[in-house]
């Protein structure tokens, strides 16, 4: 399919034998796969501890594997536990310009009761993030300044394909667009966008495929902090693409 179709308006509707655009599958996101029952075997790994599932050291040991999380109507998990949420907004981001979204971060607890391990779990409110301006998106922190910055501004671009927000500056933080290589590669990679810190390095590449959620598959791994923000920015521009389209 070209990336063209991929960026079909968000109100038309994909002819009967093709699959939902991109921006389609925001609104209303395909049902997660099945996820595989456990052994009943007696080697099988319990649950996470607190600090393995919600590292909040400065940073996340190199040798653990790179994050990948799948924005599934409100909820983002990760592809392995789709019922297990590590972030959660308070609606979908497809509500219109005018709308205020909060992002939440959830945070599990492993409490051993009478000899039994219990996952547990809280929320933290991390941000709220809103449209200024028709190019801009304020992101406020809400978590204090252990867990989230004070006030964050996000800018769209406007390149070959129009202000899409396909691409978009986090002042002070990051550049996002497509690279050269995605551009070139066309149809396959051509709309998959690009994150990167302000040193030039990509820490992030956001898979976007008609039909499927939109997808954030992590480069580098970043402190706990660091890590909330590009989500939360992430969520952002998907929230202004649906808006502008």
Not at 107 to 113: D, N, P
Request: proline letters at 10%.
């Amino acid at each position: 399919m070209a990336s063209k179709q991929g960026l079909a308006s968000h109100s038309a509707e994909p002819p009967s034998d093709a699959p939902p655009s991109y921006l389609d599958a925001v609104a209303q996101p395909p049902p997660p796969p099945p996820v595989a029952a456990p052994s009943s075997s007696s080697s099988q790994p319990g649950p996470p501890s607190y600090d393995t599932a919600n590292p909040e050291t400065p940073a996340l040991a190199a040798s653990e594997r790179l994050l990948t999380l799948i924005l599934n109507g409100a909820l983002i998990h990760t592809p392995e536990q789709p019922t297990r949420p590590l972030y959660h907004l308070n609606r979908p981001p497809v509500n219109g310009l005018r709308a205020e979204y909060s992002i939440f971060k959830d945070v599990y607890r492993l409490s051993s009761t009478a000899g039994e391990g219990r996952i547990r779990g809280k929320e933290r409110h991390l941000y709220d993030f809103y449209s200024v301006l028709r190019s801009d998106v304020q992101v406020i922190g809400k978590a204090g300044p252990a867990w989230s910055y004070r006030t964050v501004e996000m800018t769209g671009s406007t390149g070959a394909l129009g202000s899409r927000w396909m691409s978009c500056v986090v002042k002070g933080h990051y550049e996002v667009g497509r690279s050269r290589k995605a551009r070139f590669l066309g149809r396959e990679r051509g709309n998959d966008i690009e994150w990167k810190d302000t040193e030039g390095n990509v820490v992030a590449v956001e898979v976007r495929t008609p039909g499927h959620c939109p997808r954030l598959e992590m480069r580098r791994h970043l402190e706990a902090k660091e890590l909330d923000l590009v989500v939360t920015c992430w969520a952002a521009r998907v929230f202004r693409e649906c808006c502008n389209d």
